[in-house]
């Protein structure tokens, strides 16, 4: 029987299949991207995208909230749980949106904010100049060393000392070590700015208790639901009690009119995902998989900015192979390996061609690869990356690679126990 997607327009349906097909036959290496369960999946495309529900539960602008009050206090508590937060804001349509929320929340147009580098790894809404961000606000991007690959604290006090920011901001969307979130939130108390952590990243590896938390140092949390965390596409905002008021008029009516009902339900859902042994097994997954993948790649000769990962992404510093970021990212793409190309810190090259490439496992974990099929992922790079112009190679790779993706399909209807979930229950 057809669907009534299929039906109604047999274009939108088949582009749709073509997608299903293209991120099933491709390794994803992109490290911000993930496979959702089939449990989120329904949430998601549920009813609750009818509804409107602008202000927050039990003081709506709209009537008809009996559920979605409901819905959001669940998903609030289950947040608070998970991250062990005072307050949860689960309203905000993306993190750039509840990035936006956090700074606004806490200080005024005219600011001044610290954030990492966009070209060291930092993150748009972190005050990079075509964000809106660096022109609402001033902005005093910090770096890492280009020696090192990694946060240097001196030259962040520094910084901070010099040009006295009212927000600090830590966390990145390119940078494989673990973060020292205490380091930034004594930084930040000693020269009087609030400490904003944004976790879109690495927030799966931080529930699953990997990485240190932030909430004990930052002000706000900042995060995604959709990389590591493997909810729907969303944003989240954690604080303490103290700024919880700020939070919430910040995303509505500062910056958003009504929820998207049926992504804050969908959330609700991987919380409850996100709190079971699975999880945590994930994420540790997606960790050793990564450190597998750096450790054959380093062997192959490749430069590891920083010299390895501690989390789920790694950053590729291709400048010994004479090949840039972008080449190699279209290189692999047709050979069915899904990169990114990415600048790597005091790159020579302007960021819309850089020297580097980011690398990342959450996907092929939740696929259910491990340290074999990590291993293997880094010889048929290289292999690529070794034959960069001979089309024939790189199309019999993606040959390969088409064959592990068979051995290892899209858990389509992959449901996490909910045996030890006592979240849902509350
Ligand atoms: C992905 C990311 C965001 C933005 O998330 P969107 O949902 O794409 O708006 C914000 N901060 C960091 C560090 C990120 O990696």
Same mark, same amino acid.
């Given at each position: 029987?057809?669907?009534?997607?299929?039906?109604?327009?047999?274009?939108?349906?088949?582009?749709?299949?073509?997608?299903?097909?293209?991120?099933?036959?491709?390794?994803?290496?992109?490290?911000?991207?993930?496979?959702?369960?089939?449990?989120?999946?329904?949430? +998601?495309? +549920?009813?609750?995208?009818?509804?409107?529900?602008?202000?927050?539960?039990?003081?709506?602008?709209? $009537?008809?909230?009996?559920?979605?009050?409901?819905?959001?206090?669940?998903?609030?508590?289950?947040? =608070?749980?998970?991250?062990?937060?005072? *307050?949860?804001?689960?309203?905000?349509?993306?993190?750039?949106?509840?990035?936006?929320?956090?700074?606004?929340?806490?200080? !005024?147009?005219?600011?001044?904010?610290?954030? /990492?580098?966009?070209? *060291?790894?930092?993150?748009?809404?972190?005050?990079?100049?075509?964000?809106?961000?660096?022109?609402?606000?001033?902005?005093?991007?910090?770096?890492?060393? #280009?020696?090192?690959?990694?946060?240097?604290?001196?030259?962040?006090?520094?910084?901070?000392? $010099?040009?006295?920011?009212?927000?600090?901001? +830590?966390?990145?969307?390119?940078?494989?070590?673990?973060?020292?979130?205490?380091?930034?939130?004594?930084?930040?108390?000693?020269?009087?700015?609030?400490?904003?952590?944004?976790? &879109?990243?690495?927030?799966?590896?931080?529930?699953?208790?990997?990485?240190?938390?932030?909430?004990?140092?930052?002000?706000?949390?900042?995060? #995604?639901?959709? =990389?590591?965390?493997?909810?729907?596409?969303?944003? /989240?905002?954690?604080?303490?009690?103290?700024?919880?008021? %700020?939070?919430?008029?910040?995303?509505?009516?500062?910056?958003?009119?009504?929820? *998207? /009902?049926? #992504?804050?339900?969908?959330?609700?859902?991987? /919380?409850?995902?996100?709190?079971?042994?699975?999880?945590?097994?994930? %994420?540790?997954?997606?960790?050793?998989?990564?450190? &597998?993948?750096?450790?054959?790649?380093?062997?192959?000769?490749? !430069?590891?900015?920083?010299?390895?990962?501690?989390?789920?992404?790694?950053?590729?510093?291709?400048?010994?192979?004479?090949?840039?970021?972008?080449?190699?990212?279209? %290189?692999?793409?047709?050979?069915?390996?899904?990169? @990114?190309? !990415?600048?790597?810190?005091?790159?020579?090259?302007?960021?819309?061609?850089?020297?580097?490439?980011?690398?990342?496992?959450?996907?092929?974990?939740?696929?259910?690869?491990?340290?074999?099929?990590?291993?293997?992922?880094?010889?048929?790079?290289?292999?690529?990356?070794?034959?960069?112009?001979?089309?024939?190679?790189?199309? @019999?790779?993606?040959?390969?690679?088409?064959?592990?993706?068979?051995?290892?399909?899209?858990?389509?209807?992959?449901?996490?126990? !909910?045996? *030890?979930? %006592?979240?849902? +229950?509350?």
């Amino acid at each position: 029987m057809k669907t009534a997607l299929e039906q109604y327009d047999p274009q939108i349906f088949e582009l749709i299949r073509q997608e299903e097909a293209r991120q099933s036959g491709s390794i994803r290496l992109i490290p911000s991207e993930n496979y959702v369960s089939k449990a989120v999946m329904q949430a +998601s495309a +549920s009813c609750m995208t009818n509804k409107y529900a602008e202000g927050y539960p039990g003081r709506r602008y709209y $009537e008809g909230q009996q559920v979605t009050d409901l819905i959001e206090k669940m998903a609030q508590q289950r947040v =608070k749980k998970l991250f062990k937060a005072d *307050h949860a804001n689960v309203q905000p349509y993306s993190g750039s949106v509840a990035n936006l929320g956090a700074y606004t929340a806490l200080i !005024n147009p005219g600011d001044t904010i610290m954030g /990492m580098s966009l070209i *060291h790894g930092g993150h748009l809404t972190h005050g990079w100049k075509v964000s809106v961000t660096s022109k609402f606000f001033k902005s005093v991007p910090y770096p890492v060393s #280009t020696e090192t690959g990694r946060l240097d604290f001196n030259v962040i006090e520094e910084l901070a000392k $010099e040009h006295r920011p009212k927000v600090i901001i +830590s966390g990145a969307t390119a940078y494989p070590r673990e973060i020292d979130f205490e380091a930034f939130g004594t930084i930040a108390r000693d020269v009087g700015a609030y400490h904003v952590s944004d976790i &879109a990243h690495i927030a799966g590896l931080v529930v699953a208790g990997i990485h240190k938390s932030p909430v004990p140092y930052a002000d706000i949390v900042s995060t #995604t639901s959709h =990389k590591t965390l493997r909810g729907p596409r969303g944003g /989240m905002l954690l604080c303490k009690k103290e700024h919880a008021d %700020a939070v919430d008029r910040a995303v509505f009516p500062g910056l958003q009119g009504g929820p *998207h /009902m049926h #992504t804050l339900t969908a959330i609700a859902v991987a /919380m409850a995902e996100a709190d079971t042994p699975e999880f945590v097994a994930y %994420a540790k997954q997606v960790v050793k998989n990564a450190k &597998a993948l750096a450790e054959r790649l380093l062997e192959h000769g490749f !430069n590891l900015v920083s010299g390895g990962t501690d989390n789920h992404l790694i950053l590729l510093d291709l400048r010994n192979k004479n090949v840039r970021g972008k080449k190699v990212a279209k %290189a692999l793409d047709r050979a069915r390996i899904v990169t @990114n190309y !990415n600048t790597i810190p005091g790159d020579p090259s302007p960021p819309a061609d850089p020297s580097g490439l980011r690398l990342g496992t959450p996907a092929i974990t939740t696929r259910g690869m491990k340290e074999p099929e990590a291993r293997q992922i880094a010889d048929f790079i290289n292999t690529v990356v070794e034959n960069i112009d001979n089309e024939a190679v790189i199309q @019999n790779i993606g040959k390969e690679v088409l064959l592990l993706c068979s051995q290892f399909p899209v858990p389509e209807h992959f449901i996490i126990p !909910n045996k *030890h979930n %006592a979240a849902s +229950s509350r």
